[in-house]
């Protein structure tokens, strides 16, 4: 046998071996010391509000100091972006999978079901609420860049866009099944904060019977 037909030393072999296993237990420690991270902030956003989390705290919380934090987000409100960002996509899938009564014609139940499927996501979930409520009213945390603020509120419009797809489906030109996918937005955003401060019970109202009453009033409008 030649020299270079030789088997390579058993170093080499290892060598060129085990930068994949390593980068994948890297990758691996990596995800999960991030997931650690957006565990411990969930809870400081949902206890202290966003203005009153702060770094220090989400650090404490997750067992890093401080700086170790900045190895996998910039500040805090990319932190936040993170969270919203996967609640949306919850939110998105809750949406996507709604099931519709088959008693009723197909494209007004899956219409009612999907709506109904974003109220319920965010009545069951109330700190997602919280998490995305300045995607509601408008306000932008300070340090969000335009382009992270763009990202959320673009996820925001895909958890909307099914139910819009079925105003089309429905007979409604684009621009109305616009308008009316805003106002079905408008109520359920409405009421779900009535609900959850409990301000509905100086009405001695139901959030929820009230937001059904506005879906049978819409597809019997528009059917």
């Keep these: 046998m030649t020299e270079s037909a030789k088997k390579p030393p058993r170093e080499e072999i290892e060598a060129a071996a085990s930068p994949a296993p390593r980068t994948l237990r890297e990758t691996t420690l990596n995800e999960a010391r991030r997931a650690l991270i957006l565990d411990a902030a969930r809870a400081v ?11 220090r705290e989400i650090a404490k919380r997750a067992g890093y100091t401080p700086g170790a934090i900045y190895n996998y987000f910039n500040n805090r409100e990319e ?3 993170a969270l919203l960002s996967e609640s949306l996509e919850r939110l998105k899938e809750a949406v996507d999978n709604a099931d519709s009564d088959p008693a009723e014609p197909a494209a007004p139940a899956l219409l009612r079901a999907r ?29 969000l860049t335009p382009e992270l603020n763009q990202q959320l509120n673009d996820q925001l419009r895909a958890t909307l866009l099914p139910i819009q797809e079925m105003l089309v489906s429905l007979g409604l030109a684009e621009a109305e099944a616009v308008a009316e996918t805003t106002a079905i937005f408008a109520h359920a955003v409405g009421l779900l904060m009535l609900h959850h401060t ?23 409008r528009i059917s």
């Design 45 to 55: 956003f949902f206890e202290l509000g966003l203005e009153g989390a702060s770094l």
């Design 79 to 81: 932190i936040y972006a």
């Design 115 to 143: 709506a109904r499927a974003f109220f319920k996501f965010y009545q069951d979930n109330p700190q997602d609420m919280d998490l995305g409520f300045y995607l509601f009213n408008g306000a932008q945390p300070r340090g």
């Design 198 to 220: 409990q301000r509905i019970r100086l009405f001695k109202q139901n959030a929820q019977e009230l937001y059904e009453q506005y879906l049978a009033f819409l597809i019997q």
